[in-house]
């Protein structure tokens, strides 16, 4: 990621030539907020176009930066801890991002500059975006306010941000700050339509993706999200003395790297051909196995609870008999893991197999959110693809760093809104349950109060 003002400057001037070549230009910046859960995190995003490509774009991202709540030992994230976090750590982020905004320069009118302490004058940004829902009322509530002031202060619009609509767009974000000359971009990527599988500490659900404003879900978790049921998983399995040295709670992604010390042996781990194998698992050397859930049926929809359960009844078996041995400790977690991913990858292909049924073929499959940044479920995914005669679909994840939680997806999302015509009035409040589901009763996207249409 890129920070620090010189850096900065350096990329708007890059932009400023790469737009300069084919006048006239239309160029965005926007300041974007993220505080949806335990993350608090501040980004600029540039994006500059041309009115003779107006398809043609190029982003930059001047500053992304974010400070994670420190649970580490407390069983998961405190909500009081995360939004006293967020309290003390977003006006110095914001504090160090105002300095990455790009340089003023002479031919900018008066009105479109501020100054910083320093006296340097800087480009004001053209709107705030912020994440509005869904997530933690209180959390929301300080990056929203934040974002309130800084628009009624600079008087520039704002848009508020559906936190995983902006996970399933980054594929597009990326995609706009790829450079590489070879390529004509002449569009974003993915285009509409794809499928998008979400999959985060709290979210897990299966859209497809018709258009910016436009998604219907296929499946959505009925329980548990995989990336909290992969924590408790995670929090069974793991020594205690690697519980007590990990950084944070997110003890799924821990399991992984403990599941499989390198990616060569994700190899060792059978992904099934067929539905049979699914259903039919022999025992394992040690005379267990774990059942995935919903393998008896065809249903559109994820349960991941009984993992965690299966897993524990296990753990209390063996501590009658005594300790568990590292190489069967090893095996649990690859268990827990490739049961968990069995059940996203099973229950995505009955999806795609329906589409098809019905005439319909989706070209890429968009993987976003927290556990998308597994290398084990990348491996998975594009394997299981392969198996059941998918092999040509595209499968996209987004770079790990953009797969958290993080603002720069905010910023995108919030241009793509802006640039279909939606801001977010400054009198609206933060959606704690705020579905993607265009097609359900409540409207999704555009189904809650606030917007503003121009």
Not at 62 to 86: C, D, M, R, V, W
Not at 257 to 272: C, I, N
Not at 278 to 287: D, L, Q, T
Request: aromatic share 6%.
């Amino acid at each position: 990621m890129l920070h620090g003002s010189r850096h900065s400057r350096a990329l708007y001037k890059s932009c400023r030539q790469i737009v300069t070549r084919v006048a006239p230009r239309r160029s965005l910046l926007t300041l974007a907020i993220e505080t949806s859960c335990d993350d608090t995190c501040v980004a600029i995003l540039s994006k500059c176009s041309t009115t003779n490509e107006p398809q043609r774009v190029k982003a930059r991202l001047l500053f992304n930066e974010k400070i994670t709540a420190k649970n580490t030992g407390k069983g998961g994230i405190l909500p009081t801890e995360a939004l006293e976090s967020h309290q003390s750590n977003l006006s110095k982020l914001l504090e160090n991002a105002l300095s990455s905004l790009p340089a003023a320069h002479d031919a900018l009118p008066h009105a479109r500059g501020i100054w910083l302490r320093d006296g340097a004058p800087k480009q004001k940004p053209d709107f705030i975006s912020v994440t509005r829902g869904p997530g933690m009322s209180a959390n929301l509530g300080v990056g929203l306010a934040t974002a309130k002031g800084l628009a009624t202060a600079w008087q520039i619009p704002m848009v508020g941000v559906h936190h995983m609509q902006a996970h399933a767009l980054t594929p597009r974000l990326v995609h706009a700050m790829t450079e590489d000359g070879r390529l004509e971009q002449t569009s974003l990527n993915p285009a509409f339509p794809f499928l998008t599988l979400l999959v985060s500490g709290g979210h897990t659900m299966l859209l497809l993706s018709k258009g910016l404003v436009d998604h219907k879900i296929l499946a959505t978790t009925t329980d548990t999200a995989v990336g909290d049921e992969l924590d408790k998983c995670g929090r069974l399995i793991l020594p205690q003395e690697l519980q007590q040295s990990t950084p944070d709670t997110a003890f799924g992604k821990y399991l992984s790297r403990y599941a499989f010390k390198d990616p060569a042996e994700f190899q060792s781990w059978e992904v099934p051909q067929t539905r049979v194998e699914e259903v039919h698992k022999p025992s394992n050397e040690f005379g267990w196995r774990l059942t995935t859930p919903m393998s008896q049926n065809r249903d559109l929809a994820f349960s991941f609870s009984g993992i965690a359960s299966q897993i524990k009844r296990l753990i209390l078996a063996r501590a009658e008999t005594g300790l568990m041995e590292e190489q069967e400790r090893t095996l649990l977690a690859r268990s827990a893991l490739g049961t968990a991913f069995e059940h996203l990858g099973s229950r995505t292909i009955i999806a795609l197999e329906k589409l098809r049924a019905e005439g319909v073929e989706i070209p890429t499959l968009v993987v976003s959110g927290g556990v998308a940044a597994n290398d084990f479920l990348r491996y998975y995914l594009r394997r299981l693809l392969d198996l059941r005669s998918f092999e040509r679909m595209g499968l996209v994840f987004p770079p790990i760093e953009l797969c958290t939680d993080n603002a720069a997806m905010i910023g995108w999302a919030g241009m793509e809104m802006f640039e279909a015509g939606y801001t977010t009035d400054l009198g609206c409040a933060p959606v704690k349950k705020w579905t993607m589901d265009s097609q359900g009763p409540d409207g999704g996207i555009l189904g809650i109060g606030g917007w503003v249409t121009n």
